[in-house]
């Protein structure tokens, strides 16, 4: 297959943010965005998570397409429910995908390079298939709690405030142009960032 043909599957130029599907024996979901540049295609996995580890180890995971937020934010946290998993047979391995995606896209890695922080792979894609898609016009509601997504990534990483604030800009957005689901993950996503700020200022405290 093809790099130009990511195009029909929605992971076009720039950085495609998916969720990565993978571990044959326990299948786990995270958001990661994909960087597709000059029509090659790469993943970089920060060390210490889940998808670092199946990814390094089997070399091969799905990229799901999904315009779902609470399935982002319930990924960025904690895996997925089992319910939320199918699974594609490749090779006598079967490899998990994400079930109500838009698209899927199974890739192997190449190229694998490592540095102290992460890992970085060109990535392969091997097959692919797209599935019944409803149109979805922009809204900022969801854009903007992915992004919130990431900056609580970042603050867990880090403990640095500057991400609650900009944790709170996003969410304002959320509650103001999101539908019932962007605000939903709204709340997971401050739940989940209050037990993040107790481990936080706990590790602060011992300092
Ligand atoms: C939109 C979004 C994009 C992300 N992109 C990446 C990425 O490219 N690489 C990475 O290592 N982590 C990325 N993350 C962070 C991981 O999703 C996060 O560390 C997650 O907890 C990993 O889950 P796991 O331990 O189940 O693999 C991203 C998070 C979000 C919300």
Do not use: A
């Given at each position: 297959m093809e790099v130009s043909e990511l195009d029909k599957y929605g992971i076009c130029d720039g950085i495609s943010e998916i969720i990565v599907t993978c571990g044959i024996e326990n299948p786990n979901a995270a958001p990661i965005g994909l960087i597709r540049k000059d029509n090659r295609i790469f993943i970089r996995l920060y060390k210490g998570s889940t998808t670092y580890e199946n990814v390094k180890l089997e070399k091969i995971f799905a990229a799901n397409v999904t315009c779902d937020p609470l399935l982002f934010v319930k990924s960025t946290f904690s895996n997925l429910e089992d319910e939320n998993f199918k699974y594609h047979p490749l090779n006598s391995q079967n490899i998990p995908l994400l079930k109500n995606s838009v698209s899927s896209v199974i890739f192997r890695c190449e190229e694998i390079k490592h540095t102290e922080q992460a890992m970085t792979a060109e990535i392969i894609p091997i097959y692919a298939v797209a599935n019944y898609h409803r149109p979805k016009a922009i809204n900022r509601g969801l854009t903007a709690v992915i992004e919130a997504a990431i900056h609580a990534t970042r603050y867990e990483l880090?403990?640095?405030?500057k991400f609650l604030d900009l944790i709170d800009q996003c969410l304002e957005t959320t509650y103001k142009c999101g539908g019932q689901r962007e605000k939903d993950a709204a709340e997971i996503l401050l739940n989940e960032i209050g037990e993040i700020k107790k481990l936080v200022s706990g590790g602060k405290d011992t300092e």
């Open positions: 880090t403990g640095i405030d």
